[in-house]
């Protein structure tokens, strides 16, 4: 068959919609897909992103596109989310362009030099509600936006982020909000590795730290600090009640102020 209906175009994932438009128009044969959506209901702003996204590349080779659009939609950008499937949402998209370069220039050291590296560094995985990404507005084009991930989550020190921000903004002008944001997530993760914390993440309504192990000084500040706090001593994780604009009908805290709560919580309870 070299024709594709599919009702309600606008319930599906981006690349949902682009899997099921490959299956017509197959070697010589042209294939027509119609995503066809309800008229009468207005569609919602990622709805319509996605389906202009497949109306308009058509192209031999679209599919890297609309792959960096699928990520660009669900927030791949955002380091802290769980959006994600496959290896991604395992460790994080930062991380996980990390990983990779890593794993290819370790391959060709090994072919060069024959070289044994040492033990890597305690990768850490952050999920918290924080707007952290790099506008479209801010570095056009896909590759452009994987380069700069790819600067701010190689960042091993606080020059190394210096260095980020200079070149950002050079390249591209002041940072916006969100990719400050990333700069202050890169920041956290380091501090958070010199804890030997590998694990900070939004679980319900409380700041879920793992691996913990903690001396009992550091429990009893724990406690004092920090009351209402479990510690689970088992599995190596303490949890902490997530902390509030105020103590009687406060919002939870989000964003910078939440990224500032974690940095003192790990340096007043588990620094050195």
Known sequence: SNTLIVERGDTFGLSQ?????GRVGRGRERGYAYFLYPPEKPLT???????????????????????MKDLEIRGAGN???????????GVGFDL???MVGEAVA????????????????LEVKIELPVDA???????????????????IASANSEEDIKAVREELTDRYGKLPEPVENLLLVA?????????GVGEIVLQGTNIRFAPVELRESQELRLKRLYPGTVIKPAVHQVLVPRPKTAKVGGKPLVGREL????????????GS
């Open 45 to 67: 702003e990622t709805a319509h992103e996605r389906l202009a996204t497949i109306a308009q590349h058509t192209e031999m080779g679209a599919g890297m596109y609309v792959a």
């Open 187 to 195: 920041g956290l993760r380091m501090l958070a590795r010199a804890c």
């Open 133 to 151: 990404h790099v506008p479209h507005e801010y570095a056009p084009g896909e590759r452009l936006r994987l380069q700069a991930y790819r600067a």
């Open 106 to 121: 370790d391959y060709r050291r090994q072919l060069e030099t024959g070289e044994i590296e040492e033990e890597a560094p």
């Open 79 to 89: 380091l802290l989310g769980g959006e994600q499937s496959g290896h991604i949402a």
């Open 259 to 270: 990224l500032a709560w974690v940095g003192e919580f790990l340096a007043s309870v588990l």
């Open 96 to 98: 996980y362009m990390r």
């Open 17 to 21: 919609l682009h899997q099921l438009r």
